[in-house]
């Protein structure tokens, strides 16, 4: 933008920032401030050809698109597309001027001052304003309701309406007679009956809007109040809104009344009805935990025989081969004082890892005999404590460890090696015993058997297994049996027998 000076001899260029400023209005105020109305970029404010002041809307303006400015001795008017604004110089103070206080048009193209008038040309005609009247403290001089919508439909307008619970959404319109009456105007209202308390209405709005009102009678008051705290007279409406008996306090109290009674009766006769149950369950596990019982005292109880009748046949192969002292040395002490040990854990149901230690040495000592010196074996025991702090279930290795001899190495030529292994794992409560030999392995062992005329399942191997069975419905953790076939490229060097039995610190 150019300034031509008042002598026409000299042009100032005035920019912002370097840009240039577009201008639809100009004019100068008592104190050489230039004030200069842009389309977008607000209002600016300059002295001596310097920018002091740009106005915008983040500091009091309406909009950044001016149509018109005018000063007014203190004042300047500006008119905008959002309203008409007056600017007092001393204060840097803003009163505006909307359609809301009667405004009839925004498209303002002239402004002119007449001693207390200020008249302004728009596309819709010419209308003035008192410019000293206008922004006096608004007094209310009349209110009065004007629309009422229920559920959002409207309704004739009444001093009364009856409503129902369910459609009981209410909001009510009003207006107020005179210039900025509704902008500049503080309105209370209150729903006497559920709040005494007046609540402030916010400036420009018309509407009361209670999105539910309960049961009960009310009247809606609404009421002007000015600067100086003088009110206008009430207007009122009153409200009676009534709920159908179903949701009425005394038919819940009854319908709750029968629900409850009828609970209780339902959740006494599931109790009994759970205790019979319970009671018919309990008796149920406890005859089938002595059924249990009953069949691993009647397979620990086979066990020995069966182990008997294996070492009379060794001791019928001694006599046979006319081996009299071995004979008797298997009779006469190791063998009867591994049957003592026998009978002694047979009317147990635990013993300790210790007590299993010492038979196995006596059953192994009785077989090193049988095989006449030719078998090798080696009891390990990787346990930190004492041994005879934990306890497993009785008769559980002894089969495995005669299975090794009769299926492994009583088939093999030259050195037989056994070697048994007691380890602890803590974390899992465990007793690991595993049962390695350098026999035959199970496939030879199988096809062996198969050519015997009297073929049949190796007895204790299938009461071991039954009575692991039985254990484990029993016990809390599980006992677990896992054999490996051990091989040297194709050729089988023995079996590995993995035993993981549960143990307690208690028998």
């Given at each position: 933008?150019?300034?031509?000076?008042?002598?026409?001899?000299?042009?100032i260029?005035?920019?912002?920032?370097?840009?240039?400023?577009?201008?639809?209005?100009?004019?100068?105020?008592?104190?050489?401030?230039?004030?200069?109305?842009?389309?977008?970029?607000?209002?600016?404010?300059?002295?001596n050809?310097?920018?002091?002041?740009?106005?915008s809307?983040?500091?009091?303006?309406?909009?950044?698109?001016?149509?018109?400015?005018?000063?007014?001795?203190?004042?300047?008017?500006?008119?905008?597309?959002?309203?008409?604004?007056?600017?007092?110089?001393?204060?840097?103070?803003?009163?505006?001027?909307?359609?809301q206080?009667?405004?009839?048009?925004?498209?303002?193209?002239?402004?002119?001052?007449l001693?207390?008038k200020?008249?302004?040309?728009?596309?819709?005609?010419?209308?003035?304003?008192?410019?000293?009247?206008?922004?006096?403290?608004?007094?209310?001089?009349?209110?009065?309701?004007t629309?009422?919508?229920?559920?959002?439909?409207?309704?004739?307008?009444?001093s009364?309406?009856?409503?129902?619970?369910?459609?009981?959404q209410?909001q009510?319109?009003?207006?107020s007679?005179?210039?900025?009456?509704?902008?500049?105007?503080?309105?209370?209202?209150r729903?006497?009956?559920?709040?005494?308390?007046?609540?402030?209405?916010?400036?420009?709005?018309?509407?009361?809007?209670?999105?539910?009102?309960?049961?009960?009678?009310?009247?809606?008051q609404l009421?002007?109040?000015?600067?100086?705290?003088?009110?206008?007279?009430?207007?009122?409406?009153?409200?009676?809104?009534?709920?159908?008996?179903?949701?009425?306090?005394?038919f819940?109290?009854?319908?709750?009344?029968?629900?409850?009674?009828?609970?209780?009766?339902?959740?006494?006769?599931?109790?009994?009805?759970?205790?019979?149950?319970?009671?018919?369950?309990?008796?149920?596990?406890?005859?089938?935990?002595?059924?249990?019982?009953?069949?691993l005292?009647?397979?620990?109880?086979?066990?020995?025989?069966?182990?008997?009748?294996?070492?009379?046949?060794?001791?019928?192969?001694?006599?046979?081969?006319?081996?009299?002292?071995?004979?008797?040395?298997?009779?006469?002490?190791?063998?009867?004082?591994?049957?003592?040990?026998?009978?002694?854990?047979?009317?147990k149901?635990?013993?300790?890892?210790?007590?299993?230690?010492?038979?196995?040495?006596?059953?192994?000592?009785?077989?090193?005999?049988?095989?006449?010196?030719?078998?090798?074996?080696?009891?390990?025991?990787?346990?930190?404590?004492?041994?005879?702090?934990?306890?497993?279930?009785?008769?559980?290795?002894?089969?495995?460890?005669?299975?090794?001899?009769?299926?492994?190495?009583?088939?093999?030529?030259?050195?037989?090696l056994?070697n048994?292994?007691?380890?602890?794992?803590?974390?899992?409560?465990?007793?690991?015993?595993?049962?390695?030999?350098?026999?035959?392995?199970?496939?030879?062992?199988?096809?062996?058997?198969?050519?015997r005329?009297?073929?049949?399942?190796?007895?204790?191997?299938?009461?071991?297994?039954?009575?692991?069975?039985?254990?484990?419905?029993?016990?809390?953790?599980?006992?677990?049996?896992?054999?490996?076939?051990?091989?040297?490229?194709?050729?089988?060097?023995?079996?590995?027998?993995?035993?993981?039995i549960?143990?307690?610190?208690?028998?």
């Amino acid at each position: 933008m150019i300034k031509v000076s008042k002598d026409g001899d000299s042009n100032i260029l005035l920019k912002n920032n370097g840009d240039n400023i577009l201008t639809g209005s100009i004019d100068m105020d008592s104190r050489n401030h230039l004030w200069i109305g842009t389309y977008n970029e607000g209002l600016y404010e300059f002295y001596n050809d310097q920018m002091i002041k740009k106005w915008s809307t983040e500091n009091g303006l309406l909009s950044n698109n001016i149509n018109k400015i005018k000063v007014d001795t203190n004042f300047l008017w500006i008119t905008t597309d959002q309203g008409i604004q007056r600017l007092c110089l001393k204060t840097n103070t803003f009163k505006n001027l909307t359609k809301q206080d009667g405004i009839p048009s925004y498209s303002i193209n002239d402004i002119e001052v007449l001693n207390e008038k200020v008249f302004f040309a728009s596309n819709s005609g010419v209308f003035c304003i008192d410019k000293e009247f206008t922004f006096k403290n608004f007094k209310p001089i009349e209110i009065y309701f004007t629309d009422v919508e229920i559920n959002y439909k409207k309704a004739e307008l009444k001093s009364q309406y009856f409503l129902k619970q369910d459609e009981s959404q209410f909001q009510v319109s009003f207006n107020s007679n005179g210039l900025r009456a509704m902008t500049s105007g503080n309105y209370e209202y209150r729903l006497h009956g559920l709040f005494n308390e007046w609540n402030s209405i916010p400036t420009g709005s018309n509407n009361i809007i209670f999105p539910s009102i309960p049961q009960g009678r009310y009247t809606l008051q609404l009421r002007a109040v000015d600067t100086d705290g003088t009110t206008s007279d009430l207007e009122e409406i009153r409200i009676q809104v009534t709920i159908p008996f179903y949701k009425k306090n005394w038919f819940w109290i009854i319908v709750m009344s029968i629900l409850i009674a009828g609970l209780v009766i339902y959740y006494r006769w599931q109790l009994r009805f759970r205790e019979s149950e319970k009671n018919k369950q309990l008796l149920s596990l406890q005859k089938e935990k002595e059924m249990i019982n009953l069949k691993l005292e009647n397979l620990r109880s086979q066990m020995n025989p069966h182990f008997v009748f294996n070492a009379l046949n060794s001791i019928q192969e001694y006599i046979m081969k006319n081996q009299r002292v071995q004979a008797g040395d298997y009779l006469g002490g190791k063998f009867a004082d591994l049957i003592r040990t026998y009978l002694d854990h047979s009317v147990k149901g635990r013993i300790t890892v210790q007590e299993e230690i010492d038979s196995l040495n006596m059953y192994l000592e009785l077989e090193q005999l049988r095989f006449e010196e030719r078998l090798q074996y080696e009891i390990k025991i990787d346990i930190e404590q004492n041994p005879d702090h934990f306890f497993i279930p009785t008769m559980l290795i002894q089969p495995y460890v005669e299975n090794a001899l009769k299926h492994g190495l009583l088939h093999i030529e030259g050195e037989r090696l056994l070697n048994v292994t007691f380890s602890l794992d803590a974390a899992q409560h465990l007793i690991i015993c595993t049962v390695d030999d350098n026999g035959i392995g199970r496939e030879k062992a199988r096809e062996i058997q198969a050519k015997r005329l009297r073929h049949h399942k190796s007895f204790a191997t299938k009461a071991t297994d039954d009575r692991i069975s039985l254990l484990n419905y029993v016990l809390e953790k599980e006992a677990s049996i896992e054999i490996t076939d051990k091989h040297n490229g194709t050729q089988a060097t023995g079996t590995l027998v993995t035993i993981k039995i549960p143990y307690t610190t208690e028998g």
